[in-house]
């Protein structure tokens, strides 16, 4: 009797020592994962020394266009969401929401602002999650970041008549964004066409890429395994709830998917998972050879803005 009951005692030693461990590992892998950037590393400067680095005229940009400063009261959990409005003529105009990557805000994706502005649009640029001036916490992979995204969506349909046309773009982590925005139906009945540049198709594989990379001695499955349940514990929700390849096969917008064969961050099977899995009748898979991450626009500008005009136009 007294062997059996050592026994039971060790194991239930083991048993919570074994949840500890568990729980430990994935609390570390969660406060990785779920804060990537924070305000002070994308304040707003940040995003006009990235525009000095490319040679982009801020100051001719801000005097051509009409740029008004509006901030959302988000309808998730109430904190401000800053947006640039910008204007190409009258605020009665199709309109294109524009969806930063990681580590940039919504000034940093001014050049492919003045794209669309030169073609006619209005165009509403907005800091993601823990970004520019949203102090929102935790960067989730385009989840909770698609509540912010419907929001303005909301807000842009408010501005314009219902014959006008909202088209929502993303980059990257934006892409991400955008992509787990099919699954609202605010995203259905609103938007007319979408465009994923370089979008990440989950977050569980841009951690295992990342694990890999960096290297912690516990084997990958595990720490995705422990990360995942942490998340689920503290979030309510899952790495599987940020899957964008779920979500194309919901889709009901027309969606333009941008890659490079030449990506490393968000590799070219990515986008082409996305792609495969639209159910969308109109579809569109855009491809370049040998340029890096994000960079299509800058490298192949004008493919890059033939393309996109002739799809959404």
């Given at each position: 009797?007294?062997?059996?009951?050592?026994?039971?005692?060790l194991?239930?030693?083991?048993?919570?020592?074994?949840?500890g461990?568990?729980?430990?590992?994935?609390?570390?892998?969660?406060?990785?994962?779920l804060?990537m950037v924070?305000?002070?590393?994308?304040?707003?400067?940040?995003?006009?020394?990235?525009?000095?680095?490319?040679?982009?005229?801020?100051?001719?940009?801000?005097?051509?266009?009409?740029?008004?400063?509006?901030?959302l009261?988000?309808?998730?959990d109430?904190?401000?969401?800053p947006a640039?409005?910008?204007?190409?003529?009258?605020?009665n105009?199709?309109?294109v929401?524009?969806v930063?990557g990681?580590?940039?805000?919504?000034?940093?994706?001014?050049p492919q602002?003045?794209?669309?502005?030169r073609?006619?649009?209005n165009?509403?640029?907005?800091?993601?999650?823990?970004?520019?001036?949203n102090t929102?916490?935790?960067?989730?992979?385009?989840?909770?970041?698609?509540?912010?995204?419907?929001d303005?969506?909301?807000?842009?349909?408010e501005?314009?008549d219902e014959?006008r046309?909202?088209?929502?773009?993303?980059?990257?982590?934006g892409?991400?964004?955008?992509?787990?925005?099919?699954?609202?139906?605010?995203?259905?009945?609103?938007?007319?066409y979408?465009?994923?540049?370089?979008?990440?198709?989950?977050m569980?594989?841009?951690l295992?890429?990342?694990?890999?990379?960096?290297?912690?001695?516990?084997p990958?499955?595990?720490l995705?395994?422990?990360?995942?349940l942490?998340?689920?514990?503290k979030?309510?929700?899952?790495?599987?709830?940020?899957?964008?390849?779920h979500?194309a096969g919901?889709?009901?917008?027309?969606?333009?998917?941008?890659?490079s064969?030449?990506?490393?961050?968000?590799?070219f099977?990515?986008?082409?998972d996305?792609y495969?899995?639209?159910?969308?009748?109109?579809?569109?898979?855009?491809?370049?050879e040998?340029?890096p991450?994000?960079?299509?626009h800058?490298?192949?500008?004008?493919e890059?803005?033939?393309?996109?005009?002739?799809?959404?136009?």
């Open positions: 009797m007294k062997g059996l009951k050592f026994l039971i005692t194991l239930i030693v083991l048993a919570v020592g074994a949840a461990i568990v729980y430990y590992t994935g609390s570390r892998v969660f406060e990785r994962s804060q924070d305000n002070e590393s994308t304040a707003l400067q940040t995003g006009y020394d990235y525009l000095e680095t490319i040679q982009f005229d801020v100051s001719d940009f801000q005097r051509k266009y009409q740029i008004e400063n509006v901030n009261t988000s309808t998730f109430g904190h401000t969401i640039d409005y910008i204007l190409s003529g009258s605020l105009s199709d309109t929401i524009l930063h990681m580590g940039g805000n919504r000034v940093s994706v001014y602002a003045e794209m669309f502005l073609n006619g649009y165009v509403l640029t907005y800091d993601q999650r823990s970004s520019g001036e929102a916490p935790y960067t989730t992979y385009g989840y909770w970041e698609s509540r912010d995204l419907i303005c969506i909301h807000y842009v349909d501005q314009i014959d046309k909202i088209v929502a773009w993303g980059v990257s982590f892409g991400a964004t955008v992509g787990n925005a099919f699954a609202d139906q605010c995203f259905w009945k609103k938007v007319d979408a465009v994923l540049d370089s979008p990440i198709s989950n569980r594989d841009m295992e890429m990342s694990m890999n990379e960096t290297g912690s001695g516990f990958v499955s595990f995705l395994t422990a990360g995942n942490v998340t689920k514990s979030l309510n929700f899952s790495y599987e709830d940020t899957d964008v390849v979500y919901q889709a009901t917008v027309p969606t333009l998917v941008i890659n064969r030449a990506d490393t961050v968000t590799p099977y990515m986008g082409e996305i495969n899995a639209l159910s969308v009748e109109k579809k569109q898979l855009y491809t370049v040998g340029i991450h994000g960079n299509i800058l490298l192949a500008p004008a890059y803005e033939q393309v996109v005009m002739d799809f959404i136009q």
